[in-house]
């Protein structure tokens, strides 16, 4: 059986000689490194440009399916191996928001669309932010 996402992850980080920090950890550089992030998310999403040019030409299902997946995937490792380079906890991080999305549904469970079908708060949202703080502030000490 192979080992869990995130154990891969760090072992990918030590083999390429990137950070990894078993606490949360902001390094000075931390705006020239977010900066370099985004340009490797960018590069990733701009491959949508080529699955969208294939659709556009015909190609399979199986065909599309395969780019969307590698699209996604590479995407998955980024973030994961960016979130330890910062000794994120992430696997809790997306506990916290996926209970706070979930939380935005409407006061009889289901969802609420506004006339765009765009989605919005329910009566019970709570913002994410304060629980990951304090999820950041107890895997800091």
């Given at each position: 059986?192979?080992?869990?996402?995130?154990?891969?992850?760090?072992?990918?980080?030590?083999?390429?000689?990137?950070?990894?920090?078993?606490?949360?950890?902001?390094?000075?550089?931390?705006?020239?490194?977010?900066?370099?992030?985004?340009?490797?998310?960018?590069?990733?999403?701009?491959e949508i440009?080529?699955?969208?040019?294939?659709?556009?030409?015909?190609?399979?299902?199986?065909?599309?399916?395969?780019?969307?997946?590698?699209?996604?995937?590479?995407?998955?490792?980024?973030?994961?191996?960016?979130?330890?380079?910062?000794?994120?906890?992430?696997?809790?991080?997306?506990?916290?928001?996926?209970?706070?999305?979930?939380s935005k549904?409407?006061?009889?469970?289901?969802p609420i669309?506004?006339?765009?079908?765009?989605?919005?708060?329910?009566?019970?949202?709570?913002?994410?932010?304060?629980?990951?703080?304090?999820?950041?502030?107890?895997?800091?000490?």
């Amino acid at each position: 059986m192979s080992k869990p996402f995130h154990e891969r992850i760090a072992a990918m980080n030590a083999m390429y000689k990137l950070p990894a920090h078993p606490k949360p950890s902001i390094p000075g550089d931390v705006a020239d490194r977010l900066v370099k992030f985004k340009a490797t998310l960018m590069d990733e999403v701009h491959e949508i440009d080529d699955i969208v040019a294939l659709a556009n030409q015909g190609a399979d299902r199986l065909t599309l399916a395969v780019a969307i997946a590698d699209l996604l995937g590479d995407i998955m490792v980024y973030c994961r191996s960016e979130a330890l380079k910062y000794g994120l906890p992430l696997e809790a991080v997306l506990d916290i928001v996926m209970d706070s999305n979930e939380s935005k549904l409407g006061a009889d469970g289901k969802p609420i669309y506004d006339a765009n079908g765009k989605f919005l708060k329910g009566p019970n949202y709570w913002k994410p932010e304060p629980k990951i703080r304090a999820l950041l502030a107890s895997a800091a000490k």
